[in-house]
């Protein structure tokens, strides 16, 4: 099983972005977990040639079995994010795709607001969407040394989002029933 990791930041240390690497260590040994980091090269959606940076998440999107997506606490989405998905959704890519969603906010609303947009703009497209709120402050430690969470409770929880990501194969779309 191969998972495309995509964190809604353009900044390299952010909490989600260590949220994800840090998710992606939670993975079962035998899936392939490969980052896609060009959110701030992404272009808005328009029809005709399909740009350098958007050729490329399609394309890593496309053969992949499942994306695992961290999104910040904000309720709206980061523009870039919206784009990507734009792209994503205009060549199918995220029709009956899997997708991992994990926001975290110091305040339950924030996640939730952000993951509200997300599966909203996810649903649209097709895709199979599950995930969680982490209600957790990115101003507290919450990584050692070597990336990897450090609560027990945060661990479990990403877990949680992992173990119904990984399963893929045995799951079916929202839609397939219409």
Known sequence: MKIIGIAASLHAGSFITRLLDAAGGELPENV??????????IPPYQP???????????????????????????SLLPMEL?????????????????????????????????????????????????????????????FDEDGHLTSADLRDQVRRVIRQLCPAEVMEPVLSAL
Request: charged content about 15%.
């Open 48 to 74: 005709g040639t399909v740009p350098g940076p958007a050729r490329e998440l399609v394309s890593m999107v496309a053969g992949s079995d499942a994306i695992l997506l961290t999104a910040p606490e904000h």
């Open 82 to 142: 919206t784009h990507a998905l734009d792209w994503m959704s205009a060549r199918d890519g995220l029709s009956g795709k899997h997708v991992g969603v994990m926001s975290a906010s110091a305040r339950a609303c924030g996640a939730m607001w952000a993951q509200a947009e997300l599966y909203k703009q996810l649903l649209g497209a097709g895709a199979v969407v599950m995930g969680a709120e982490l209600v957790i402050s990115p101003a507290c430690p919450h």
């Open 32 to 41: 392939c977990f490969e980052v896609w980091q060009g959110l701030g090269d």
